[in-house]
């Protein structure tokens, strides 16, 4: 069965400090996607990343990146120089690859990362 | 704009009153799912659907029931809600590229 990892329950940083989120996942296929989704205090699930498992490069965008690696099923997220706006539940989550697309996402239980002033 | 909206955002209701909560997506998406979200449990999924009259279940589907007769349209129904069923309650959608759109979340309280 699948599983996500976050083991990482609640985290707090003083602002422009550099965190990392770790992620770890468990499954059989040999085709699947990561995610890391973002929610914030107004509840809303904010999209950040998707990553196919045949694509282990990692990604930057702006403040953030991300490590994926086959070899640990690690996809760990980092956020540098940490503003108080990048307070949030962050979620990992795994989903199959089926034709057509995806029917179940499996999210990790989240890490609230508060960024403090 | 693509979005995937819901109906109610907020609702209180009173042990055992039916109840439905609306999704509705813009992006011609074949599947479609909802999810409840509990404190120290993450999200988990009830329901999911394929396809129009396509549906099975999730990991937690027991008290639920949708349906899917409009390929924009998966509504979730709590035909005798409990007060284990307040809840965070997400739907989503998803395309070809797997990424899954949600909702903006309804919050629903049951006394």
């Known amino acids: 069965a699948q599983k996500v990892t976050q083991a990482q329950t609640e985290i707090s940083v003083v602002e422009k400090e550099d965190v990392t989120l770790d992620c770890v996942y468990e499954?059989?296929?040999?085709?699947?996607?990561l995610f890391w989704y973002k929610q914030p205090p107004s509840g809303e699930l904010v999209f950040l990343i998707r990553r196919n498992s045949f694509d282990e490069q990692n990604e930057i965008s702006g403040r953030y990146s991300w490590n994926f690696q086959k070899s640990t099923s690690s996809f760990n997220f980092t956020i540098t120089a940490s503003q108080v706006v990048d307070s949030a539940v962050y979620f990992c989550?795994?989903?199959?690859?089926?034709?057509?697309?995806?029917?179940?996402?499996?999210f990790g239980k989240g890490t609230k990362l508060t960024v403090n002033p | 704009e693509a979005q995937v909206t819901q109906n109610p955002r907020y609702l209180i209701t009173v042990t055992g009153k039916k109840l439905t909560v609306t999704c509705s997506q813009n992006?011609?998406?074949?599947?479609m799912s909802w999810y409840r979200q509990d404190p120290g449990l993450g999200l988990r999924q009830i329901y999911y659907?394929?396809?129009?009259?396509?549906?099975d279940k999730g990991d937690v589907p027991e008290g639920y029931k949708v349906s899917r007769k409009e390929k924009r349209n998966f509504p979730l129904i709590l035909e005798s809600p409990s007060p284990n069923q307040t809840s965070l309650y997400f739907c989503a959608s998803s395309g070809v590229n797997y990424e899954q759109y949600f909702g903006p979340g309804t919050r629903l309280t049951v006394t």
């Open positions: 989550a795994l989903s199959e690859a089926r034709e057509g697309g995806s029917e179940k996402l499996v």
């Open positions: 992006m011609n998406h074949e599947y």
């Open positions: 499954t059989r296929d040999t085709t699947y996607y």
């Open positions: 659907s394929m396809n129009v009259e396509v549906t």
